[in-house]
């Protein structure tokens, strides 16, 4: 039986670069999965990431900057907030996600990939966490281990991918403030930060499974639920 393959979307950082963490490849392998690094940016057209997605069995969107505020007519006081905003790189993700879907594919979306899953569906963000008095979210120096508590409704796809696990980490400045038309929110951290969003075939989590997925296999699961579709 052929492994499913799974397309894994990144961005460039910096910018000569195009990357994401290693942890997305690491757990997609570790659940039977074929990895498949899907650039978009400048260099690759809607067109052809849509091609490659074709190719595959799952999308996985990755973590990464702020989604250009312009896709949901966001609001952004502070001219400072906004980080490595790539519109490129958001018109050929929208592109593979909307394929995806269209073909039935599952897709799971990490923390930026779970916001632009909203962003997609008509919904908005939340520009700034600390700007609306939230603090707290954005621990990168503990961004292998659980900072928060996190809460899912009972018998939603989020509960069932975080089954026994309670706190989770965080590396958000931004957040999901309306789910939009498609996706319902699930979860929700200790202060209420949106932390999952869900529809048939999608699921879209503001932790960082892949950076905890190596010393904790129950992060796993997310990556199980995408790729044994």
């Given at each position: 039986m052929t492994p499913p393959l799974v397309a894994i979307l990144c961005g460039r950082s910096p910018a000569e670069r195009y990357s994401t963490h290693r942890g997305y490849i690491s757990s997609v392998v570790a659940v039977g999965g074929v990895p498949l690094l899907v650039p978009c940016g400048p260099d690759t057209e809607p067109r052809t990431v849509e091609l490659t997605v074709a190719r595959c069995d799952a999308v996985v969107a990755t973590g990464g900057g702020d989604v250009d505020p312009e896709l949901y007519a966001g609001t952004v006081e502070a001219p400072g907030v906004l980080m490595d905003v790539d519109p490129e790189r958001d018109l050929g993700e929208i592109a593979a996600v909307q394929y995806a879907l269209a073909h039935r594919k599952r897709v799971l979306g990490v923390c930026r990939g779970a916001q632009l899953l909203a962003v997609m569906g008509g919904g908005t963000l939340v520009p700034d966490l600390v700007e609306k008095g939230i603090t707290g979210h954005w621990d990168e120096e503990r961004q292998h281990e659980p900072v928060h508590a996190v809460r899912a409704e009972p018998g939603s796809l989020?509960?069932?991918?975080?089954?026994?696990?309670?706190?989770?980490?965080?590396?958000?400045?931004?957040?999901?403030?309306?789910?939009?038309?498609?996706?319902?929110?699930?979860?929700?951290?200790?202060?209420?930060?949106?932390?999952?969003?869900?529809?048939?075939?999608?699921?879209?989590?503001?932790?960082?499974?892949?950076?905890?997925?190596?010393?904790?296999?129950?992060?796993?699961?997310?990556?199980?639920?995408?790729?044994?579709?």
């Open positions: 989020a509960a069932g991918v975080l089954a026994s696990v309670e706190r989770v980490n965080s590396i958000h400045h931004q957040a999901v403030a309306d789910p939009g038309q498609s996706l319902r929110v699930t979860a929700w951290s200790d202060d209420d930060v949106v932390e999952a969003v869900e529809a048939p075939g999608v699921l879209g989590v503001q932790w960082h499974p892949e950076r905890l997925s190596s010393l904790d296999p129950r992060h796993l699961a997310p990556f199980s639920w995408v790729v044994n579709a």
